[in-house]
């Protein structure tokens, strides 16, 4: 009897009126399309996006409905209704992914295309999404929502969202930091226009990364010491390796940290430029951080170059944080580390810093856009126990760079 009722139940959607059956062969047909001549373009050695933003967000959804189509196979006799098998699917791929983002990211290479395909904040909006469709899910509800709150409880700590306030007020005498990863300098840019927004923001201490040009073995060296001495007269300049600091107060000493091997960037070999600066009577240590990509989009993702790269970059990450972590560890100032740390929300390697605290402002602090979508935090601030943070906020570039710049103030507790 209830097996007639499913037969019955399901008997609707066979008979598939032809708009559906239209739209959902064009659901399947355009990413084709789009993914056929993205391939085209990319081994013609053409630009290897094509589309902008919109078909990225339609990729966005692919390692879900991958991992979603094994229960939907299993439980295809079981559950008749392709709607409550949809559901089920869905909330269990869900949960499947932030569990294997939890045990894998930054503890193997094998995680880092996952990484980027998945953007963080989709771990806490897609559980929600499945828990607002509960009602939909039928004999499956108790399922879909237990397996929808655990990927929703686990996601909340990988997604990276920040619920709370932003500090308390800055005292008087806190000092200004912004930091910033500038993308190939003014070298895309007016160079007037972008000295304008840069010193636009009036601070103690700027904290820039990638002041260099844009070319194979990046970052490409700029002289342009005259010109900074002359736009930030009485500050203190400090270089490495397309790391610049430029501080109004004293340089009592500076140091190159965490020296790794890039065969992808030869002149790129540092994770920080560390730089002891006096303020009031007490020293604090400030490093500017720039550590390696996760991956580089030079070679085809269907050649094993691509996934050679990836493993070695993984590798030359690990070191620098390694690095960094022991050069904090021993340090005896106080501490701010800022930059583009090249890692998102959650990943195991941020976990080398968890003596440091990581500045929090926006709810949800991404810092990286890709094709007209900011969707990833790439760029943060840590400070020691003996810094407080006040007002922590994002900037958006004007158009001067895929970053948004951090601006912060600090004092002592």
Request: glycine fraction near 8%; include cysteine.
């Amino acid at each position: 009897m209830m097996l007639d009722s499913a037969r019955r139940e399901e008997a609707p959607e066979r008979r598939t009126p032809g708009a559906v059956r239209i739209l959902r062969w064009a659901a399947v047909g355009v990413p084709v399309a789009w993914l056929a001549v993205t391939v085209v373009n990319w081994l013609s050695g053409d630009f290897w996006w094509w589309g902008g933003g919109a078909p990225l967000v339609v990729f966005f959804a692919v390692p879900l409905l991958l991992v979603a189509a094994v229960p939907m196979l299993v439980l295809r006799r079981r559950l008749p209704s392709r709607r409550e098998r949809a559901l089920v699917s869905l909330a269990a791929a869900a949960l499947a992914l932030v569990v294997a983002r939890s045990a894998l990211s930054g503890r193997t290479w094998l995680w880092v295309v996952p990484d980027l395909v998945i953007p963080p904040l989709l771990f806490v909006l897609v559980p929600l999404v499945l828990l607002a469709a509960v009602p939909l899910a039928g004999r499956t509800r108790r399922w879909t929502a237990a397996l929808a709150a655990g990927a929703l409880a686990l996601g909340a700590t990988q997604a990276g969202v920040h619920v709370g306030g932003g500090g308390d007020p800055a005292p008087p005498g806190a000092v200004k930091v912004v930091s910033w990863d500038a993308y190939c300098w003014n070298t895309d840019d007016d160079p007037d226009r972008f000295l304008r927004y840069l010193k636009s923001w009036r601070a103690d201490v700027y904290l820039l990364q990638e002041h260099s040009g844009c070319g194979p073995g990046a970052p490409t060296p700029i002289d342009d010491a005259d010109l900074l001495r002359r736009e930030f007269p009485g500050h203190h300049i400090t270089t490495l390796e397309g790391l610049l600091t430029i501080s109004r107060f004293p340089v009592a000493a500076r140091a190159a940290v965490g020296e790794t091997p890039n065969p992808y960037a030869p002149n790129w070999r540092h994770a920080a430029l560390r730089t002891d600066l006096r303020i009031g009577g007490r020293t604090v240590s400030v490093y500017n951080v720039h550590l390696f990509d996760m991956l580089y989009l030079s070679a085809s993702p269907l050649s094993p170059r691509f996934y050679q790269a990836i493993a070695t970059l993984d590798d030359a990450r690990r070191a620098q944080f390694a690095a960094l972590a022991a050069d904090i560890g021993r340090n005896p100032h106080p501490v701010v580390a800022s930059g583009n740390f090249n890692a998102l929300p959650g990943m195991g390697q941020l976990r080398a810093l968890d003596g440091l605290t990581a500045a929090q402002g926006p709810l949800y602090p991404a810092t990286l856009s890709f094709a007209g979508l900011r969707l990833w935090r790439m760029d943060w601030t840590f400070t020691s126990p003996e810094l407080a943070v006040h007002g922590y906020d994002l900037h958006a570039p004007d158009g001067l760079s895929t970053h948004h710049l951090q601006e912060l103030l600090i004092s002592e507790v």
